[in-house]
Nanobody, 117 residues
Framework: QVQLLESGGGLVQAGGSLRLSCAVS?????????IGWFRQAPGKEREGVSC????????YYADSVKGRFTISRDNAKNTVYLQMNSLKPEDTAVYYC?????????WGKGTLVTVSS
């Protein structure tokens, strides 16, 4: 059974930090894939936050999180992380893990991040 299990969300004050985790299981990872995070704030469309490539480890960050968020992965654990620092109220959203290859597009159920001002 395909699972992308997110954890680490919660309530934090502005300026604080959280680390999200996404543990992948239930399928064989492709050689080439991207794994990362999207978020959806109330009343807004889902947007890409960050992702990392399997081939060379290259990363992408949305302009709104550059310099504050860091994506990383532990291949042995099939887990990807999103370290979020200097959080702002506008970072409040449900964060979704996404695995994407030429043949697969899998999503987690999301974890809620709430940043209070």
């Amino acid at each position: 059974q395909v699972q992308l299990l997110e954890s680490g969300g919660g309530l934090v004050q502005a300026g604080g930090s959280l680390r999200l985790s996404c543990a992948v299981s239930g399928f064989t990872l492709d050689y080439y894939y991207a794994i990362g995070w999207f978020r959806q704030a109330p009343g807004k469309e889902r947007e890409g936050v960050s992702c990392i490539s399997s081939s060379d480890g290259s990363t992408y960050y949305a302009d709104s999180v550059k310099g504050r968020f860091t994506i990383s992965r532990d291949n042995a654990k099939n887990t990807v992380y999103l370290q979020m620092n200097s959080l702002k109220p506008e970072d409040t959203a449900v964060y979704y893990c996404n695995y994407r290859s030429t043949t697969k597009d899998y999503w987690g159920k999301g974890t809620l991040v709430t940043v209070s001002s």
